[in-house]
């Protein structure tokens, strides 16, 4: 297990209550009274974002939850570092800035097996994930970056349309447009109260008909998303995993249960939405532990929710196995090379994935289990 540091946020925000809807609405799964929130320590705001409704919101909102705000006199976010790879990683997770995106986050680039192309609104996460895919792959200190030029993201969208290669080649999936994926570097989720930037990307989407937004989250809070004019152009997911894996290796997440009641408000709100399966392991009593999940979700969800289902199992690569060992000293997360087998990608990286047997049982099952207890989910793909 983890050594006794404890990462875990507040649970609840005192300025955030519930809405009259909520109080009046008929019975369905719901998430718990109190949902995760992440109240960070700093809020730094750079000059070049020092104007932006983002800022603005952040300011507002990290003041009410108790964080500095620590305007910036240039773009420069310093301070993080401190005496130990522990000290620096609880610094960045506990801070959050506010900055423009740069020239290379305006040029999207392709994501399979996912979406057609990348739209980052942050990066960086709050949640602390003992398998964090970030790790090795974001430099510096774990801090997130949110956005603040979303109108200039969002005004490259046009010229990507019909150039993927995921959905806008794809016949069964044409409906959906170009994709395009905002969560391949954060949860933006986990940031919304502070940014507000799902928000804008969302009634944006539901203009454009010939483009579709999707993001994953292990958050819960979506009240403020509800009621959004989304036309069904932003699909929903919500990684999930089994509940002992949950608990064990998720920290700073929205419980389980609160996941899947909020996917099944999602649906009735008319959304699209997803069960993002991930990272897959085959611990003691694998089928018993994903079997219940796959139950659990089936029954959160309305008869007609558009749902589709990705698979993805755990692997790790050695950069990112030995950052998260400096992050997460006393884990007992298997990353064992040992045990598993190395891939090779084009440009020489490694990675190590389950043996070629462990997927190929665990490819039949799920698949088989889907078809059972999810038979109107569309399996994506498995990897």
């Known amino acids: 297990m983890t050594d006794a540091l404890d990462f875990s946020a507040p649970t609840a925000a005192p300025h955030i209550a519930p809405t009259h809807a909520e109080e009046t609405a008929p019975p369905e799964p719901r998430p718990s009274a109190h949902l995760k929130l992440w109240w960070p320590r700093r809020v730094f705001i750079a000059k070049s974002a020092r104007d932006s409704a983002v800022a603005d919101r952040a300011r507002h909102v990290g003041a009410e939850l108790g964080a500095e705000i620590v305007e910036l006199s ?6 993080l570092k401190g005496e130990s790879e522990r000290e620096t990683y609880r610094n960045g997770k506990s801070s959050i800035a506010i900055v423009n995106a740069p020239p290379s986050a305006l040029k999207f680039q392709p994501i399979p097996p996912s979406a057609d ?51 806008s080649k ?43 937004l999707r993001f994953t989250t292990k958050y ?74 796959i139950r659990e979700a089936g029954a959160a969800l309305p008869g007609d929710a558009d749902l589709t289902v990705e698979l ?35 440009f020489g990286g490694r990675k190590f994935v389950y043996t070629k047997e462990v997927m190929r049982e665990m490819k039949a099952w799920f698949e088989g289990r889907i078809a059972r207890d999810l038979p109107d989910g569309a399996i994506l793909y498995w990897t």
């Not at 030029?149 to 019909?162: C, H, M, R, T, Y």
């Not at 507000?196 to 483009?211: D, H, N, S, T, V």
């Not at 690569?317 to 090779?344: C, F, H, I, Q």
């Open 74 to 79: 240039d773009n420069a976010v310093r301070g």
């Open 117 to 167: 192309f990348r739209l980052d609104l942050a990066r960086g996460c709050p949640a602390h994930c003992q398998y964090c895919y970030l790790a090795g792959s974001l430099s510096g200190p774990p801090i997130t970056r949110a956005y603040a030029n979303l109108d200039e993201i969002f005004a490259q969208v046009p010229s990507f349309i019909g150039k993927g290669k995921i959905t």
């Open 170 to 212: 794809s016949q069964a999936r044409a409906h959906e447009g170009t994709t395009f994926e905002a969560s391949c570097y954060t949860d933006p989720l986990g940031i919304e109260h502070l940014t507000g930037g799902l928000e804008r990307a969302i009634a944006y989407f539901g203009r454009q008909f010939e483009a579709g």
């Open 220 to 293: 819960a809070r979506v009240d403020d998303l509800l009621d959004l004019p989304h036309n069904g152009r932003t699909r929903v997911r919500f990684s999930v995993n089994a509940e002992d894996i949950t608990r064990r290796f998720e920290g700073g997440t929205a419980k389980l249960a609160d996941r899947l009641a909020a996917m099944g408000r999602m649906a009735r709100a008319g959304y699209p939405v997803g069960l993002t399966i991930a990272p897959i392991m085959p611990l003691d009593g694998w089928q018993d532990s994903y079997g219940a999940l």
């Open 312 to 346: 993805i199992t755990h692997r790790f690569t050695p950069g990112s196995r030995e950052v998260l060992l400096s992050w997460y000293p006393g884990t007992d997360l298997e990353m064992d090379p040992a045990v598993r087998s190395e891939k090779r990608n084009k």
